[in-house]
């Protein structure tokens, strides 16, 4: 008797080795489909930066009769006829929630008020959200500084305005993702020169940011014994106006 017997392979359940071809078909369709989800969701991903692009150029805003100065660690803005204008200091961190909030609630009367020569504003941008001294690490405050710091140093004052502006009101999904890459798209969208967008997708003032918002930092401390955003400083001194978003008519009426 042989081992062999005779069989009817109709109806009958066949096991096949993961190992033969048929197995091999199967792990590359897997592959296959889970290269096409990679593709669809960077598809997603790409058109959606690419909507919030165009979002923020189309809605750039004149910034007519301002003028824009960088003087060491400070931005100041001004308007045309300024003697006489009522000053403060404005410190805030592009990672802070609170600063988009207050940004969000004043900037539209603050650029107003500039405009007719009413009110100066020293912007002093700080980067301690990317953490301080040895706990300090290049992020989000930093790259966004370095983005605005590119503009503000190339005296480019629409491009700068509306790009701050851009950073605080869509604070919340750039967060995490505003690399040098994008922010330099960003910032070519509203009206940035070529020279500009090159500084700011080669990096080339991460450095000075961080220069830049740390000597911020240490100013803030030195004069009000804290650190933390957002803060209005007239005469060296916190404003006393609650909630900080009336800071602006508690100024102009001191």
């Keep these: 008797m042989t081992s062999s017997s005779k069989s009817n392979t109709k109806g009958s359940t066949k ?56 003087t060491d660690n400070i931005i100041t803005l001004s308007g045309e006829n300024s003697d006489g204008a009522k000053e403060a200091s404005l410190y805030e961190d592009f990672a802070c929630s609170y600063c988009a909030d207050l940004a969000k609630k004043t900037d539209a009367e603050m650029l107003e008020k500039i405009k007719a020569g009413e009110v100066k504003v020293h912007i002093q941008p700080l980067v301690f959200l990317d953490g301080t001294g040895e706990q300090y690490q290049l992020g989000h405050s930093t790259n966004t500084l370095a983005a605005v710091l590119a503009l503000a140093d190339k005296g480019e004052t629409e491009a700068y305005w509306n790009l701050r502006k851009a950073l605080l009101e869509e604070q919340e999904s750039l967060y995490g993702s505003a690399d040098p890459e994008k922010l330099a798209d960003l910032a070519k969208g509203v009206g940035a ?13 991460v450095d000075k940011a961080k220069e830049l918002g740390e000597a911020n930092e240490k100013d803030l401390v030195d004069k009000t014994g804290d650190l933390s955003s957002p803060r209005v400083l007239v005469d060296g001194k916190d404003v006393d106006s609650k909630p900080l978003e009336n800071w602006l008519d508690d100024l102009l009426a001191s």
């Design 193 to 205: 020169s070529k020279d500009a967008v090159d500084a700011i997708r080669n990096g080339e003032y």
């Design 15 to 70: 096991v096949s080795n993961p190992n033969s071809t048929g197995g091999k078909g199967f792990l590359w369709a897997i592959l296959a489909l889970l290269l096409v989800g990679a593709l669809v969701i960077g598809l997603i991903v790409y058109n959606g930066r690419g909507a919030q692009a165009e979002r923020i150029a189309e809605n750039v805003e004149p910034v007519d009769g301002v003028n824009m100065e960088l």
